[in-house]
């Protein structure tokens, strides 16, 4: 069984960065993709970044330019750096791993973005 652990979020000001981690325990197939998700209070659940077990890196619109999304195999770790935060990105920020068994989620961290 796959656990997700997410962590490195918190209170930022505007402007400021946070990186975030998430490792995976247990077995994950190397053939696999890993994203990053996030949810505010009252909106749904919003695709933020992917990565895939190849390399390739796809980020959603109003992420672009901002995140890097990154990993580390040998860790089986996904990071996601956070620059130039705004108030908008404030939400739960969740872990997902899809592979060749199945899908995995983390119980998320909170970001929070202060004007």
């Known amino acids: 069984q796959v656990q997700l652990v997410e962590s490195g979020g918190g209170l930022v000001q505007v402007g400021g960065s946070l990186r975030l981690s998430c490792a995976a325990s247990?077995?994950?197939?190397?053939?696999?993709?890993m994203n990053w998700y996030r949810q505010a209070p009252g909106k749904q659940r919003e695709w933020v970044a992917r990565?895939?077990?190849?390399?390739?890196?796809n980020y959603g619109d109003s992420v672009k330019g901002r995140f890097t999304i990154s990993r580390d195999n040998a860790k089986n770790t996904v990071y996601l750096q956070m620059n130039s935060l705004k108030p908008e990105d404030t939400a739960r920020y969740y872990c997902?791993?899809?592979?060749?068994?199945?899908?995995?989620w983390g119980q998320g961290t909170q970001v929070t973005v202060s004007s």
């Open positions: 997902h791993i899809r592979d060749t068994v199945g899908d995995y």
């Open positions: 990565i895939t077990s190849a390399g390739s890196l």
């Open positions: 247990g077995i994950v197939t190397s053939i696999n993709v």
